[in-house]
């Protein structure tokens, strides 16, 4: 469902390699703390969410390198977002600044997209970033149902 009032955000992440090629499949383990700013808005004033995780990605060896990501780990947000607040206080839960933090993934290579070897590095995708309340299973997230999906579009760079 569509935010009706575009509320945006924009992030940066630092990947640390974990692991690489785990169980012999092409399965790479990464840590990823990570900053997300907030952008004000008609409904909310701007903040600061701050994430960490464990992120792993699978990657398809085809012509054009395809990676699948998925990431699990906490949030905290220093306000409570407008779409959070909006739909925790209908269901009757109390918003919590800190939730469970998923990411879901895919990516491309562009060097293999543009056939240029010094953008072998870089890579282009879309991820869900999602807090979430994890369905009421643990009071660490105030034992509440719900959350915040954000769509974005990235740009990764391997240094």
Do not use: C
Not at 40 to 54: H, L, P
Not at 108 to 125: F, I, Q, R, S, T
């Amino acid at each position: 469902e569509t935010d009706p009032n575009r509320n945006k955000m924009t992030s940066t992440d630092y990947g640390h390699p974990l692991a690489g090629d785990v169980f012999g499949w092409p399965l790479d383990f990464y840590l990823t703390p990570g900053y997300v700013f907030h952008y004000n808005s008609d409904t909310q004033s701007a903040f600061d969410e701050f994430a960490i995780a464990i992120k792993a990605y699978y990657t398809f060896d085809t012509s054009i390198r395809t990676r699948l990501g998925f990431a699990e780990g906490i949030s905290y947000a220093t306000k409570i977002s407008h779409v959070e607040s909006t739909h925790l206080e209908e269901k009757g839960y109390e918003p919590s600044k800190l939730m469970n933090y998923l990411d879901f993934s895919v990516d491309v290579n562009m060097g293999d997209v543009l056939k240029n070897k010094a953008l072998d590095k870089l890579w282009l995708g879309y991820s869900l970033h999602h807090r979430s309340g994890i369905f009421t299973t643990t009071s660490a997230f105030g034992r509440i149902k719900g959350g915040s999906d954000y769509n974005t579009v990235y740009l990764q760079w391997h240094f």
